[in-house]
């Protein structure tokens, strides 16, 4: 049974650039929630999804945006990139919303 | 305003040892406490979990304290090994938010052999 998968591992990207991130939940999981972690800090919550719709969302600006597909599988876009979102991006996967497992992550560079 | 505080940070531990981290929160409404284990380039590994009817649960070498009155809870790990050199973050969840979890900063644990 796969885990919560995410691709790609890597990505540099110029300031000012768009990228998409990718998600795939664990088999059975509905739910989708997207974390951003600096280096040194914790995971900060930046939204979830869950039956296609945004179903709540943390502090990060509209620059930022998802989408849930019929598959549950999922996207992170952020648009206009700025030097300090170059972060971890995590992806966890649930079925109740309580228990979350994450991927192994996105590690997303801006220069 | 952080939601959740840690304690240590860094924590250097005998192999053999007991590992202690420590936790605290001020949201009453928070009723699920998990606890994270991540690996320099991997996501955070679920690694034991505690809700407020309960004051201990235990996995193994690995124990959660909670303490409903003082709002703070602990992870306690027995006889470290060097394996468990990680950074550990412990969690919050409220129901009504839906799953948001808010994280604690992590404590970097290293186990000498």
């Known amino acids: 049974d796969a885990g919560v998968t995410q691709s790609p591992t890597h990505l540099i990207k110029t300031r000012g650039q768009q990228v998409t991130l990718r998600c795939s939940p664990k088999s059975g999981h509905d739910t989708v929630s997207w974390y951003q972690q600096a280096l040194g800090q914790g995971p900060q919550f930046i939204f979830q999804y869950y039956e296609e719709e945004e179903r709540q969302r943390g502090n990060f600006p509209d620059r930022f945006s998802g989408h849930q597909f019929p598959n549950y599988s999922s996207e992170l876009n952020v648009n206009a990139l700025l030097l300090g979102d170059s972060a971890l991006y995590l992806c966890?996967?649930?079925?109740?919303?309580?228990?979350?497992?994450f991927g192994p992550g996105t590690r997303l560079t801006v220069t | 305003q952080q939601q959740v505080k840690q304690s240590p940070q860094s924590l250097i531990v005998q192999k053999g040892g007991i590992s202690i981290i420590n936790c605290a929160y001020e949201n009453t409404a928070f009723d699920y406490f998990p606890w994270y284990q991540q690996f320099p380039g991997k996501g955070p590994a679920l690694l034991i979990a505690i809700r407020p009817d309960v004051s201990e649960k235990k996995e193994g070498r690995f124990t959660i304290s909670f303490n409903k009155s003082a709002k703070q809870f602990s992870l306690h790990i027995m006889d470290s090994q060097p394996g468990d050199s990680a950074t550990y973050f412990c969690?919050?969840?409220?129901?009504?938010?839906?799953?948001?979890?808010?994280f604690g900063r992590g404590t970097q644990l290293t186990v000498w052999p």
């Open positions: 969690a919050a969840n409220r129901g009504s938010t839906l799953g948001r979890l808010y």
């Open positions: 966890a996967s649930s079925r109740d919303s309580v228990e979350q497992y």
